[in-house]
């Protein structure tokens, strides 16, 4: 659980890395959506929420889906790896 330590709340770290994959899903979804919905105004001006429906049908496919967490996850397991080994002088 959190902990309150001079005004601040401390967060277990693993509780703070489901967030950064949280977060790197969540970034990765809306460039997603920016470049399709861009797209669709690119190629159909008249049918501007074209591109949006076509992002959500896209972003909820499954496998979509599970990529982007794997790849999140496997990101920050390969950055949380890096930081405990011991630095080559």
């Known amino acids: 659980m959190a902990q309150h330590i001079d005004g601040k709340t401390q967060m277990p770290p693993?509780?703070?890395?489901?967030?950064?994959?949280?977060i790197a899903?969540?970034?990765?979804a809306a460039l997603v959506c920016v470049v399709i919905v861009l797209n669709g105004f690119l190629t159909s001006?008249?049918?501007?929420?074209?591109g949006f429906?076509?992002?959500?049908?896209?972003?909820l496919r499954a496998d979509i889906l599970?990529?982007?967490i794997l790849t999140a996850l496997v990101t920050t397991g390969?950055?949380?790896?890096?930081?405990?080994?011991?630095?080559?002088?």
Request: charged share 15%; aromatic share 20%; glycine share 2%.
């Open 25 to 28: 899903i969540a970034l990765t």
């Open 45 to 50: 001006p008249r049918a501007s929420w074209a």
């Open 14 to 22: 693993f509780a703070h890395k489901l967030i950064d994959v949280a």
């Open 78 to 89: 390969y950055f949380m790896w890096q930081q405990q080994r011991p630095r080559a002088r």
């Open 66 to 68: 599970g990529m982007m």
């Open 53 to 59: 429906k076509v992002w959500y049908a896209f972003i």
